[in-house]
């Protein structure tokens, strides 16, 4: 069996759950390849037996997570599985993620899903989530990719109810959905604008904001440069700020500045998301290494750490 891993990461969260998945399909025998979102291509489809499909969630899948699969030729039944990591909302990726897959004519076999550390401007540091995922979420992962392969064969054999049953849509689901379509109520970045000054821009020796712009918004080849959704400024509504983060000159500044967005996150309690966790801790799926009370609620991350840049790239790892 050959299985294709494609994954989307910021953070490097993903990116580590998706090797360890990988880890356990080889473990299973099977020919395993992972890739970037960004060098993976429809063409390259053909080639495998099985499609791992994995991002962050961003309320569900990521912008271009979502674009991938909703424009995937059929796939004519091609077996795959879908994962992600994420912060304190996880419950509404699958129920919109594999309805998306089965539209591409894929067949979802399994699913998973692991908790990760969050890195965003305004958010505390350290987060509710803090030191995930962890060792026992890799073992978890690499568990995950050998019954994938496992079962998949197993499946194409015929014993169809080792597919996974679709997750509930019980209150959980109900009240994230309620929770972002608050968020989504105007369709413009909560953290503001983020606006870029050429003066102070190191481009073409940096290029790092247009190389890791998930929508792919920003162009500083073209003529005359484009920056952002609107090609001037980016007030996407998916509340991305990675090339704010990444930015190390300040030439990518947010409007209002980044540190009044901060100020007005220190001493915020996010308590729909306190309530989820308690939630999913009482049900044995949240494991916290920190207590609720030291989760930085005054010191959201852009005061925990103030220089630029704000974030570093993780180093891609063996996979």
Same mark, same amino acid.
């Given at each position: ?123 505390? $540091? ?6 995930? /995922?962890? @060792? ?5 992962? %690499? #568990?995950? !990719? ?117 100020? $007005? ?6 308590? /729909?998301? @306190? ?5 999913? %801790? #009482?049900? !044995? ?35």
């Amino acid at each position: 069996m050959k299985v294709l891993i494609i994954y989307y990461s910021q953070s490097g969260n993903t990116m580590r759950i998706a090797g360890h998945i990988a880890r356990g399909c080889r473990a299973a025998g099977a020919e395993t390849d992972v890739v970037k979102l960004k060098d993976a291509s429809y063409g390259m489809l053909d080639g495998y037996d099985l499609i791992g499909l994995g991002s962050p969630v961003w309320k569900v899948a990521t912008p271009n997570m979502h674009h991938f699969i909703t424009q995937m030729p059929d796939q004519k039944g091609k077996h795959c599985f879908a994962f992600n990591t994420h912060g304190t909302l996880p419950h509404l990726y699958f129920p919109v993620t594999l309805p998306n897959l089965r539209n591409a004519g894929l067949l979802p076999i399994g699913y998973n899903d692991w908790y990760g550390d969050v890195t965003m401007p305004g958010m505390p $540091k350290p987060y509710y989530t803090f030191g995930h /995922p962890d @060792e026992q979420d890799f073992a978890e992962a %690499e #568990a995950f !990719g050998r019954e994938m392969v496992e079962n998949s064969a197993r499946i194409a054999a015929g014993e169809t109810e080792l597919i996974y049953p679709d997750p509930p849509l019980d209150e959980k689901v109900m009240t994230q959905a309620l929770i972002c379509s608050n968020m989504l109520a105007e369709p413009v970045n909560p953290q503001g604008d983020f606006l870029r000054d050429p003066e102070k821009c190191a481009y073409p020796a940096c290029h790092l904001c247009m190389d890791n712009c998930p929508m792919g918004y920003i162009d500083l080849e073209a003529e005359p440069q484009r920056f952002g959704n609107r090609g001037f400024k980016c007030d996407d509504c998916h509340e991305c700020s990675f090339c704010f983060m990444l930015c190390p000159t300040g030439a990518i500044e947010m409007d209002p500045p980044g540190i009044e967005h901060a100020m $007005k996150n220190k001493g915020v309690r996010h308590k /729909p998301f @306190e309530e989820m966790l308690k939630k999913d %801790e #009482a049900a !044995g799926k949240f494991r916290p290494h920190i207590d609720m009370e030291d989760v930085g609620f005054d010191t959201p991350y852009l005061l925990w750490h103030p220089k630029r840049p704000y974030f570093t790239l993780p180093k891609d790892e063996d996979v």
